[in-house]
């Protein structure tokens, strides 16, 4: 049975930081991999998708890597902002499987 | 082009009554999928629907819940007398194609229905 876990549950840092979220899985079969974000009372917002045959990808300040054969992934926020306070959740698509397995999320918080 | 409409926002529900939680996904998306979000805990994989088929369901309690997915209208999650662990988020969430998060096409996500059982 796959389980997500992401380090650290919870972080508070001054803004301007760059920042990583960390992300483990532990059957490295996957298919995909994504990292959504979650505002208060609020859906989910796919930031970034790597597929497994990738290593990272980047959009604006986020980059997110994966090392499959590990079971890793990371998220890195450069120069954060206060803006970037929400929950970051990491999510894993099993081959052949039509359900995404989620961790339970890392609640970070930018102090303007 | 509006994103995926879930209603309603709130819910609430004294055990033992039906609730029926609706969703619309994004215009040209054909494939439906609902989570949950127990306080505290992940969101969790329900059900997996296409239109009038549903195609994974391994992750829907065995009891009391069922959804659909019509050729018209919106999906239906359908949870028949309720108790106080069913108090969650449900959100779901729709595709243009069967594998979520396939090339360019990210998973989108309604804002959720939020269940509370009294």
């Known amino acids: 049975k796959q389980e997500v876990t992401q380090i650290p549950a919870a972080l508070s840092v001054p803004e301007g930081e760059n920042l990583v979220l960390n992300c483990s899985f532990t059957?490295?079969?996957?298919?995909?991999l994504q990292w959504f974000r979650q505002d208060p009372g609020k859906g989910l917002t796919s930031l970034l998708l790597?597929?497994?045959?990738?290593r990272e990808q980047t959009s604006g300040r986020l980059n997110a890597s994966l090392d499959k054969s590990s079971g890793r992934s990371t998220l890195y926020i450069a120069a954060s902002q206060p803006g970037d306070s929400a929950t970051y959740l990491c999510a894993v698509r099993r081959g052949g499987a039509d359900g995404l397995t989620f961790g339970k999320g890392t609640h970070l918080i930018i102090q303007p | 082009n509006a994103g995926v409409m879930q209603n309603p926002r709130h819910l609430v529900r004294r055990r033992g009554q039906e609730a029926r939680l609706r969703c619309s996904p994004m215009?040209?998306?054909?494939?439906v999928y609902w989570y949950r979000q127990l306080p505290e805990e992940g969101l969790k994989f329900m059900v997996y629907?296409?239109?009038?088929?549903?195609?994974?369901e391994s992750g829907m309690p065995k009891e009391r819940f069922s959804a659909e997915f019509p050729k018209e209208g919106p999906s239906i999650l359908r949870i028949q007398q309720v108790v106080r662990g069913d108090s969650a988020a449900y959100f779901c969430?729709?595709?243009?194609?069967?594998?979520?998060?396939?090339?360019?096409?990210?998973?989108?996500f309604g804002n959720g229905t939020r269940l509370t059982v009294t």
């Open positions: 629907l296409q239109k009038e088929n549903i195609i994974d």
């Open positions: 215009k040209g998306h054909s494939h």
């Open positions: 969430a729709s595709s243009p194609y069967r594998e979520q998060g396939a090339r360019n096409s990210p998973l989108h």
């Open positions: 059957d490295s079969a996957i298919y995909n």
């Open positions: 790597i597929q497994s045959s990738q």
